[in-house]
């Protein structure tokens, strides 16, 4: 799933406008409002991404950790449930219809507005439906590899690459979804301020 930064959203595009925003286009409007609505679409289309990844972690699980079946099979199994539940309560309410034509500034603002307020939550439903189940089924992945005897399979310290690399994976994705975060919010209310400045 690819990341983008909220700063390409409204906020760049109107603080960009060197003649004020009073003198911006019902047509610029409406490009803009598009191409939210296709960032927030892009977003939700790849929000496959979870029930993908739990589904190779339970099929590599099961082939690799077959003696460990009875001990990692329900996690997997749970993960992966989870995962594609997750896909409809983040799609729920997330698909907005096309701003009408020839709609005034305030109108086009809100639209906006609204597009970028469901970008903000599916930011935070992806880390309950989405990023949650991934990180159940890592863990269990990680919870077999520790199991599995040094003789047999020699995973340790071979595998605390592994390990680094997933904690360190983790943090950063927090670090990023919080600024993101941040910047939606901010867009937000500067969206909100327009929409009060600015009157059809």
């Keep these: 799933?690819?990341?983008e930064r909220p700063g390409d959203g409204a906020r760049t595009m109107?603080?960009?406008q060197p003649t004020g925003i009073s003198k911006m286009t019902s047509?610029?409007?409406e490009r803009r409002s598009r191409e939210l609505r296709a960032k927030t679409r892009r977003k939700l289309i790849g929000t496959v991404a979870g029930p993908f990844a739990a589904s190779m972690f339970y099929a590599y699980g099961m082939k690799e950790f077959y003696?460990?079946?009875q001990v990692v099979q329900l996690p997997f199994a749970i993960a992966l449930a989870w995962s594609v539940i997750g896909l409809f309560f983040l799609n729920r309410g997330m698909w907005s219809a096309m701003m009408p034509a020839d709609t005034g500034l305030r109108t086009g603002l809100e639209f906006c507005r609204n597009e970028v307020e469901r970008q903000?939550?599916?930011v935070r439903r992806v880390v309950l439906w989405s990023f949650g189940p991934v990180m159940l089924a890592t863990g269990t992945l990680v919870l077999a590899l520790a199991l599995v005897s040094t003789r047999e399979r020699g995973i340790f310290p071979d595998g605390l690459p592994f390990i680094t690399l997933v904690i360190v994976w983790i943090v950063s994705w927090f670090v990023i979804r919080l600024?993101?975060?941040r910047e939606l919010q901010h867009e937000i209310e500067e969206l909100k301020g327009m929409q009060m400045e600015n009157h059809d």
Excluded: G, N
């Design 179 to 181: 600024r993101e975060q």
């Design 14 to 16: 109107w603080l960009s």
């Design 1 to 3: 799933m690819r990341d």
């Design 120 to 122: 903000r939550d599916l």
């Design 67 to 69: 003696a460990l079946r």
């Design 27 to 29: 047509k610029l409007i």
